[in-house]
């Protein structure tokens, strides 16, 4: 019978030709895309050291440390002293470097016939060369693991700017402006460590639940997916009443079952009417409906019978779930601003991004703003519509009172990755923020984020309004956040940049037939989310997924943020890497501000797709190379030889909607390992949390935002809390007390930063993974400070099944009562 050590022996040599054969041919093909030369010399050398094994060579171990030498010193050179940079470049070295340390090796070993009958342990073998070059390789991994996360100073103490107190939550961001900065401080940085979950309500709603609540007389509002509204207890958490409107948006689009969050409006002093106190919300049917704040019974004297119709002015040749609103509506003085989300597809024509108000008592238009057709502020003529396809505001809107002025971040139009057949006004209003008149809805300035948008960096935050100071001026300032990363400060009563930001060159030479290009873009000035990403960052599990993901990287264009979407055109141009990716950098969870000193509060994401250009043609083919870049399951890839894609003929060129003038389309996907590891192929962070000091444009510190206790390789929890930078779902609240609270990343986490160093000063595990913005308020019941937290039931981890098209659930137990309310309070 084969001994064990025989055994091992036989496997180890096969492990050894098939990790050196990988990393050869990978290696190979990775020079010839002018990639490292590293893994064909480790693949050469990995078959060398299985030959020696084969051999029953003693200078088998000396080859392998040297391979495990050079790997590190290459590893350092690349990855400096970054753990998660070093681990996986060393990792698989250092396990099959075990073998040499084992007795079964040395039993291997052919034994010269003068030495027969000696006692084999004793011969070294040269086996402590592996040993050696181990110790070494793991001293460099435990001082990478102690560096810390990035502090550069504790920021700007502004006196005698702090903003009113309020205990109350009003608005979906705090104030009208976004701030989601909040003046109770019993919670602080001294005794936040004494928070303790007091009680949590379920919603009984499944799907999303993005909402953050508002605290008005003792009573949270919030609404849920399918826009059932609801009223609770803020001291208690005993639900007082709901409404639902009995809405079914289509489950196969994720998109249109969100409500983010309500409105509140009260009725001028001397009202006779019902509901002088209304909660609010717009619909993913495109409604707004008013309910009673007390009773949550339908406000039957607003708009019809307590609901206003949306599509109205938006003609009637559309689907319905072609425009719907996710977000609350902006409550402006008495009107209720709504923009909508419109569905972002390849095609043209689609419904407007007209911007309107409606009076919040009556439910009658106020004014519309069409960019289309800005001089019309009211509905459309008789057999007209609003624009069709206008870049859309579908995220919240921010108001200055004082001003007068509304802030709407816009998005880009259809299709969203080619520009070639865009309108004037639609290339000038897209991916921008607009300041419109609250009174009038008249056009009062605008600055544009990207010119010529064909990366879907729309604008997808709320703005916020925070004061900074310059020398001696108090400058009231609009924070917008982009999917770049960027965070661009207007002066918001004139748009002008607070700092300079300066319009620089950017990559041009655009492969896709038709494409128009803008030469400049505007870099903003203050520390932004998206560094250059290099092929040494590429990441990967083990040498040889790193390698392939390198591979990938070098096949793709990429020439920094602004890199021209490219065509596929074989395996060596499979597309364009994106980066950051479209859903950002920032999205609808935008930032938070100490509205009092001028810091904001950053928690970007840092995910990069892979953007391919293909052709009608390519599509029809569904070849390997549709395939490779659609996936098999993509509703694109579709036709057949059996079922041919239907003759179009030559496109109108005098149609702005003929979709056949798009020349090529634009297909993102995740820039994940291939290798079915569901991994990033590009090194952590994959998101962050930071500290900008407005007054100076200070970046005061960073950290990665959540750990890998919840999701790790082919989507097994991996239990390890470390900080890797999951993805973030929504954003931050930061409170006078010192503190900013993040509920939303993907580690079933609520956590409490200092706001002047980064540590973490306290941390609960949720049910689930948030998706939603935290919010604190003190009871006028109680007078105590309540942080709340909401957590869906399911909850969703990114990516989706491919085969279903769904998230993958990532909770264990699924049990049918809805979504969570958690309150925490401090000890009595």
């Known amino acids: 019978m084969m001994r064990l050590s025989s055994v091992l022996h036989w496997v180890f040599i096969l492990l050894l030709g098939l990790i050196g054969l990988l990393l050869t041919l990978g290696g190979g093909f990775l020079i010839y895309l002018g990639g490292s030369p590293y893994y064909l010399l480790a693949g050469i050398a990995t078959i060398a050291v299985g030959v020696?094994?084969?051999?029953?060579?003693?200078?088998?171990?000396?080859?392998?440390?040297?391979?495990?030498?050079?790997?590190?010193?290459?590893?350092?050179?690349?990855?400096e002293l970054h753990f998660l940079g070093l681990l996986p470049r060393l990792a698989m070295w250092l396990g099959l470097g075990i073998w040499f340390l084992t007795p079964w090796y040395r039993q291997t070993l052919r034994i010269p016939a003068s030495d027969e009958g000696q006692d084999t342990s004793k011969q070294p073998a040269n086996r402590w060369w592996v040993g050696g070059a181990s110790l070494a390789s793991i001293a460099v991994l435990l001082l990478a693991s102690m560096q810390d996360y990035v502090r550069n100073g504790e920021g700007t103490i502004r006196s005698g700017d702090a903003v009113a107190a309020s205990d109350d939550w009003r608005h979906y961001g705090n104030t009208e402006g976004g701030t989601r900065f909040a003046t109770v401080e019993d919670i602080n940085a001294d005794t936040v460590s004494g928070l303790r979950e007091v009680w949590r309500y379920r919603t009984g709603v499944e799907e999303d639940f993005k909402a953050t609540p508002l605290n008005i007389d003792g009573r949270l509002y919030l609404c849920t997916a399918r826009n059932v509204m609801i009223a609770i207890d803020d001291a208690t958490g005993e639900e007082i009443w709901r409404y639902d409107h009995g809405i079914q948006p289509p489950m196969e689009n994720q998109y249109a079952r969100t409500c983010r969050g309500v409105g509140y409006h009260e009725a001028p002093d001397g009202y006779a009417g019902q509901c002088a106190k209304r909660v609010v919300t717009s619909t993913v049917d495109a409604t707004i409906l008013a309910v009673d704040a007390d009773t949550g019974e339908l406000c039957t004297d607003f708009g019809e019978n307590g609901v206003v119709d949306l599509w109205k002015g938006m003609g009637d040749n559309h689907e319905r779930f072609e425009y719907w609103v996710t977000s609350s509506p902006?409550?402006?003085?008495?009107?209720?601003?709504?923009?909508?989300?419109?569905?972002?597809?390849?095609?043209?024509?689609h419904p407007s991004g007209v911007v309107r108000a409606f009076n919040a008592m009556t439910g009658k238009l106020s004014w519309a703003w069409d960019l289309g057709n800005p001089d019309n502020n009211g509905f459309p003529s008789e057999g007209e519509t609003y624009t069709?396809?206008?870049?859309?505001?579908?995220?919240?809107?921010?108001?200055?009172?004082?001003?007068?002025?509304?802030?709407?971040?816009?998005g880009n139009p259809p299709p969203d990755y080619f520009g070639g057949i865009r309108r004037k006004f639609e290339e000038e209003y897209s991916s921008a923020v607009v300041a419109i008149d609250a009174a009038t809805g008249k056009e009062r300035w605008k600055y544009q984020t990207v010119h010529n948008d064909v990366w879907d960096y729309d604008v997808p935050a709320q703005p916020v309004l925070v004061d900074v100071r310059l020398k001696d001026e108090l400058v009231p300032s609009v924070a917008v956040p982009t999917k770049m990363g960027d965070i661009f400060l207007l002066d918001r009563r004139d748009g002008t940049p607070v700092h300079p930001i300066p319009e620089v060159p950017v990559p041009q030479g655009s492969d896709?037939?038709?494409?128009?290009?803008?030469?400049?873009?505007?870099?903003?000035?203050?520390?932004?989310?998206?560094?250059?990403?290099?092929?040494?960052?590429?990441?990967?599990?083990?040498?040889?997924?790193?390698?392939?993901?390198?591979?990938?990287?070098?096949?793709?264009?990429?020439?920094?943020?602004?890199?021209p979407p490219s065509m596929v055109t074989g395996i060596t141009q499979t597309g364009t890497m994106l980066y950051p990716g479209n859903f950002g950098g920032f999205n609808w969870g935008s930032v938070s501000v100490d509205a009092d000193n001028g810091l904001l509060v950053a928690a970007p994401m840092m995910l990069a797709h892979r953007l391919s250009m293909v052709t009608k043609e390519q599509v029809a083919e569904a070849g390997p190379i549709a395939q490779f870049v659609l996936g098999p399951n993509h509703p694109n890839v579709r036709y057949t030889d059996d079922a041919p894609i239907p003759e179009l003929g030559d496109p109108d060129p005098n149609d702005p909607y003929d979709f056949r003038r798009i020349s090529a389309y634009g297909y993102p996907q995740p820039f994940m390992s291939r290798l079915g590891t569901h991994v990033p192929c590009f090194e952590p962070p994959w998101s962050q949390i930071a500290v900008i000091d407005l007054n100076t444009k200070e970046l005061l510190w960073s950290r990665p935002a959540g750990d890998m206790s919840q999701s790790g390789p082919f989507n097994i929890r991996s239990g390890i809390p470390y900080e890797v930078g999951t993805a973030v779902r929504a954003g931050t609240l930061t409170t006078r007390g010192g503190l900013?609270?993040?509920?939303?990343?993907?580690?079933?986490?609520?956590?409490?930063y200092d706001l002047r160093t980064g540590e973490v000063k306290w941390e609960s595990k949720l049910p689930g993974n948030g998706l939603a913005t935290p919010m604190t308020y003190r009871s006028r019941q109680n007078g105590k400070q309540y942080l709340i937290v909401t957590v869906p039931n399911p909850t969703w981890r990114y990516p989706r099944d491919p085969a279903t098209n769904q998230y993958i659930d990532s909770q264990a137990v699924v049990d049918g009562k809805g979504g969570y309310v958690i309150a925490y309070a401090l000890e009595d």
Not at 396 to 408: F, K, Q
Request: aromatic share 12%; proline share 8%.
């Open 52 to 79: 020696l094994v084969f051999r029953r060579s003693d200078k088998a171990p000396k080859f392998f440390a040297a391979i495990l030498g050079v790997t590190l010193i290459w590893s350092i050179f690349e990855a």
């Open 330 to 349: 902006l409550v402006a003085g008495d009107n209720l601003v709504v923009g909508g989300q419109v569905a972002d597809t390849q095609n043209l024509g």
């Open 388 to 410: 069709p396809g206008t870049p859309n505001v579908w995220s919240i809107m921010s108001y200055d009172a004082e001003l007068g002025l509304i802030y709407a971040p816009t």
């Open 512 to 563: 896709v037939p038709g494409e128009k290009l803008s030469p400049t873009q505007p870099d903003s000035p203050l520390p932004d989310f998206h560094p250059y990403r290099y092929e040494k960052d590429m990441w990967g599990l083990t040498p040889i997924d790193q390698m392939a993901c390198r591979i990938e990287y070098r096949t793709m264009n990429y020439e920094g943020m602004y890199t």
């Open 740 to 752: 900013t609270f993040l509920s939303s990343t993907m580690d079933e986490k609520v956590r409490a």
